[in-house]
């Protein structure tokens, strides 16, 4: 018996309007994949001749790509990159999706602190967004560009580390010389302090963060039984705003 195929379109039929539909998918596709781009500069303070050679730099660089250049941000290079407001507009829009990359042409504008650019290139990677330096093998979005921006972290993390060594040897030759320091406080051990930072910073709750110190068997530094919510509000207290503060939340992007 053969079976009657009803009203359904011829096989070439089928097969051109399946074709059609994946080239309309995949075209739909490379025009999502294209990324949106904000440039930025940090000039120097006076502003160099070579100012207006960067900001070509990047615009010949979306043209070459095929991005899309939305503005060009520019700071004058001074105090902590974190701090700068062009950079913080620029990273606020990245985080709401507003824009997909951020260009620098030359990477020693945007940060002379290892630790401030640890602190950034684990922002990007955390958020799945993409920092691209013209002058240095860096793209976030590339292996190769994640590797070296892991290794830019784990720098930041010596770093931070070699600074707490250096604070808690300054203080135990203070001691050593019978000179008053004060009761130890958090503040005194700079690893535990970022530690209770950085789970802050995940949206730990105080009580939270006392109950994990608590579970850790961490001993409190003014001789307290255990941790509580107040001496986890207190320890806060104590740290001046670090990289990390400066960066938008990286929910906001992911809503």
Known sequence: MTRSRGVDAPPRARDAAGGARVAERMAAHAVRALPTVIGYLALPD???ADASRHS???EEACAREGWTLLETVRDRERGRILERPGLRYALERIARKRADVLLVGEMRRLSRS???LGALMAWFLEIDATLIALDLPINTSTAGGREVASTLIALADWERER????TRRGLAEVRAHGQPVGRP??????VLLERIWAMRETSM???AIADQLNAEHVP???GG???RPSSIQTALGYRRPGPRDHLPSPRARRR
């Open 185 to 190: 406080a958090v503040g005194d051990d700079p």
């Open 114 to 116: 290892i630790v401030d």
């Open 220 to 222: 409190t530094l003014r």
């Open 205 to 207: 709750t105080l009580r």
């Open 46 to 48: 006076p502003v160099s």
């Open 163 to 166: 600074i707490a060594r250096r």
């Open 225 to 227: 039984a255990e941790w």
């Open 56 to 58: 070509e730099l990047i």
